[in-house]
């Protein structure tokens, strides 16, 4: 929690002319976008890629992000961690449930409130991998803007509670960002869809991801964007289809083989692969075929239609429909008065889910906007009018979940509630219960149920320095400030001094800001190095495919090269083995680039003779 | 074009958000008139233009001071524009604001008659079951009725208000205000004795 007593919020920015980008940390895919000239655009990193898969692997020690990490997500299963954004934020028994389906294993360490993700004999809070993921996304951005970037507007589910807010704005902190702002996905997506329109009218965004599902209802008025309610399930995702199907498989393959894949980390990684490969062909397909390899030759194969595939993850979808039916009910409309349905996130390209939805708001949903980039995009022209570069937009957001304080007996008693426009204040006072005290515990809650113990525990805070006086003598007013990122900040005065009273206080599941701050403090020593070594990750990468593919055609290029020329092939070919042993990319790229030349001649002549072998078979 | 200016919410000098003071109330920001039934599309106007030049976005350069004076008056325009949204929040807030005291909701009880009606109605459902429904029902369209009866007494002390606006409609009306909330609490609790028995509603 960040508390600042009546301090200044942001340190003054008014010189700094650096971009400001705008980020979509997903559970699958993350993005980057810039608006350039006025259009917002998704920034590709060098090799052309615009989506950076959301996977963190291990190569040794080091962390590698993205389209490598992805590779090594069944090959090496244990040191690889995907869907993290499922964790950020959460305590141990917000996740017990879903963590057993899970190739790596999470855990909670004694005397700690975050829960954390083993990877070999090494252990990495929820918060650090995003952080990976995030300076790979700052990375990709800085090669394609050609200068530093460190300001950015970071998106999170609207349903996401303080805690999952704090700590993606630790993550985004530790990968060296400061962050402008929070934004919900479902607000950002709707700037992108109302970037051309000027439209005005009643619009429901519905934004199923890989990991959380959002519903936010906007009034588009004018270049304003007011979210009316917001609603959603921050554990409901394309993840939970591939589940279904993984776990119907695997009683199909144990059945079938008496072999159970979800006792083996790495089979039950592959199955899960082979589960979210079945549900992509399935979206443009009738129907696929799933296949595993079980077991040395031993390959799990069996028929999918769509009809089916619909029919077992349409329980799953269902699930969507009572979060838009109480955000409609909370904007106070019916059905009818929406004029579009916007879909966003990878999912929405299911027929079933265009279905649940146009069941639910009575209408065609709108697919016309491109469901994997909005939200980045959206980020991007938010981000670009915190610059100051765009007047004619404003988003005006609400707060997901009420936010409220524990009352004598166990009962949240709600300050400010769910769907309030932010920033939002509440003012309450305090007093003391017994003489002189001088302290004050509270309780900061957050969630809808009536109990305690049923709503999100944020943070405990204790008020101090109260002057000491008989029992209920002092009076002290606590501010609870929901700020533009919907992000409590509590301030505390005591009423009748005018002082201000200090707050500490201990945040229930995240990191305090001197915890950040140390950490980002070792983490910028080891900066450059991290780079050094993500080039010889990526150069070893490259490098690898080519020497297996000249030793197997060694032999070849003894029968079909000169001798001297051989010998140029075979001592290059020493050479980037070699080298791909030492840690040089340099000379890695080079080794790769020199054995590349030298076998292009091979290679025409094991095309020719191809050629002449097919002809004298015909 | 503005429906009015913006110099009581920016300093003319600094261009930073005005903070909050005494003077400033929900009606004042969106220069409405404090009465019951505020002109709503007028307001929602104002509320934009007033947003477009207060809100946090729009001092993310400046930071520091200007943004917190943003906060705060955003903040307060947020309360505003919720607060005279909705009848109910607004009927509290018009009373507050004249300082017209309203009794503690805990004070204010149902009427004896209907207090009574209400326990032997959970008495007999309980010793015949098979009539409940309809005994249900019964009481649920007295309910409606006397929701309907509050509803046009309360309005029709506003418009006395509005018209006049004399005092004495808006102490008439602090008394009158919890009847709406025991009505509003029976009716739940006529739910939930629904749900527990299981019995549907007839009509």
Redesign the interface.
């Known amino acids: 929690m960040t508390i600042q007593i009546q301090a200044?919020?942001?340190?003054?920015?008014?010189t700094d002319e650096s971009p400001i980008v705008g980020i979509d940390l997903g559970t699958t895919n993350s993005l980057v976008a810039y608006v350039r000239d006025g259009r917002p655009e998704v920034l590709s990193s060098r090799d052309g890629q615009r989506l950076i898969p959301s996977v963190v692997s291990w190569v040794g020690d080091r962390p590698v992000v993205g389209a490598v990490a992805r590779q090594k997500k069944v090959r090496d299963a244990c040191h690889t961690v995907f869907s993290v954004k499922r964790l950020l934020g959460r305590s141990f028994e917000d996740v017990r449930e879903s963590v057993g389906a899970l190739p790596y294993r999470v855990f909670e360490k004694v005397g700690e409130s975050l829960l954390r993700v083993e990877l070999g004999d090494r252990s990495f809070s929820a918060i650090e991998i995003s952080a990976m993921i995030l300076r790979a996304v700052k990375k990709n951005a800085e090669e394609a803007l050609g200068v530093p970037v460190t300001r950015a507007v970071v998106t999170v589910p609207a349903y996401f509670n303080d805690s999952q807010r704090q700590a993606t704005r630790a993550a985004a902190r530790l990968a060296g960002l400061d962050v402008?702002?929070i934004v919900n996905e479902p607000t950002a997506a709707s700037l992108a869809y109302g970037l051309d329109r000027k439209k005005v009218g009643l619009i429901a965004v519905f934004d199923l991801g890989g990991g959380t599902f959002d519903v936010s209802i906007l009034r588009l008025?004018?270049g304003?964007f007011?979210v009316l309610a917001t609603n959603g399930d921050t554990a409901l995702g394309g993840d939970d289809l591939d589940q279904v199907i993984a776990t119907i498989a695997a009683d199909e393959i144990s059945a079938k083989y008496g072999i159970s894949p979800l006792n083996d980390i790495q089979l039950r990684a592959a199955l899960l692969e082979s589960a979210e490969a079945l549900k992509i062909s399935l979206s443009k397909d009738e129907s696929a075929e799933f296949v595993l390899e079980v077991a040395d030759g031993k390959v799990f194969s069996r028929q999918w239609t769509r009809a089916e595939f619909e029919r077992v993850i349409d329980p799953v979808l269902e699930r969507t429909r009572k979060p838009c039916l109480q955000a409609l009910e909370d904007a106070g409309l019916k059905a009818s008065e929406i004029s579009d349905v916007v879909m966003v996130g990878g999912p929405t390209r299911l027929a079933s889910v265009q279905r649940v939805a146009e069941s639910i708001f009575e209408r065609k949903p709108n697919t016309s906007v491109h469901p994997d980039e909005v939200v980045a995009l959206g980020a991007a022209i938010?981000a670009d009018?915190?610059?100051?570069n765009n007047?004619d937009f404003?988003?005006?957001d609400v707060i997901p979940l009420s936010l409220g304080i524990e009352t004598y007996g166990g009962i949240m008693s709600p300050l400010i509630t769910r769907n309030?426009?932010?920033?939002?204040?509440a003012r309450e006072s305090f007093t003391t219960f017994v003489d002189n005290q001088t302290g004050v515990d509270l309780h900061i809650l957050q969630g809808e149920r009536e109990r305690v113990g049923d709503n999100r525990s944020l943070a405990r805070f204790k008020l101090k320095g109260i002057r000491p006086m008989p029992a209920g003598m002092p009076r002290v007013q606590v501010s609870f400030?929901i700020?533009?990122d919907g992000i409590l900040q509590v301030s505390a005065r005591d009423l009748d001094s005018g002082h201000e009273t200090s707050v500490e206080v201990r945040p229930s599941y995240g990191l305090t800001d001197e915890q950040v701050e140390k950490m980002l403090e070792m983490k910028l020593s080891h900066e450059s190095e991290d780079r050094a070594f993500h080039r010889l990750v990526e150069e070893r990468n490259s490098a690898e495919p080519v020497v297996r593919a000249v030793e197997r055609q060694l032999a070849d290029a003894r029968r079909l090269l000169s001798p001297v020329e051989f010998e140029q092939v075979d001592l290059l070919y020493r050479n980037l083995q070699a080298a791909l042993h030492g840690s040089e990319p340099k000379v890695i790229r080079e080794g790769r680039e020199a054995l590349n030349q030298a076998t292009t001649r091979l290679a025409e002549l094991l095309i020719q003779e191809a050629v002449a072998r097919a002809a004298e078979r015909s | 074009m503005l429906a009015g200016p913006l110099s009581p919410h920016l300093c003319a000098e600094c261009g930073f958000p005005q903070r909050v003071t005494v003077v400033d109330n929900y009606f004042s920001v969106f220069d409405s008139v404090s009465k019951f039934d505020p002109d709503l599309a007028a307001v929602q106007k104002r509320f934009?233009e007033l947003?477009?030049a207060l809100?946090?976005?729009?001092f993310?350069?400046?930071?520091?001071?200007a943004?917190?004076a943003s906060?705060?008056r955003?903040?307060?325009l947020?309360?505003a524009?919720?607060t005279l949204g909705s009848k109910q929040t607004l009927r509290a807030y018009l009373l507050k604001l004249e300082g017209v005291a309203v009794p503690s909701d805990r004070a204010v009880r149902p009427p004896l008659e209907l207090a009574e009606a209400w326990f032997d109605l959970q008495d007999s459902v309980m010793e015949n079951p098979e009539s409940a429904a309809e005994r249900l029902d019964e009481f649920g369209s007295r309910l409606s009725v006397l929701e309907c009866e509050t509803h046009e007494g309360l309005a029709s002390l506003e418009r006395e208000y509005n018209n006049s606006g004399e005092r004495a409609y808006l102490e008439r009306l602090a008394l009158e205000i919890h009847s709406q909330s025991y009505l509003t609490s029976m009716a739940r609790d006529l739910e939930r004795l629904r749900g527990r028995l299981g019995v549907k509603k007839v009509s």
Not at chain 1, 385 to 388: D, E, M, Q
Not at chain 2, 60 to 65: C, D, I
């Open positions: 200044h919020l942001h340190a003054p920015k008014s402008l702002r008025h004018d304003i007011e938010q009018i915190l610059a100051g007047q404003l988003l005006l309030t426009r932010i920033p939002a204040v400030l700020d533009a | 934009y947003s477009r809100h946090p976005d729009r993310a350069k400046l930071g520091g001071q943004m917190q906060l705060e955003m903040s307060f947020n309360d524009y919720r």
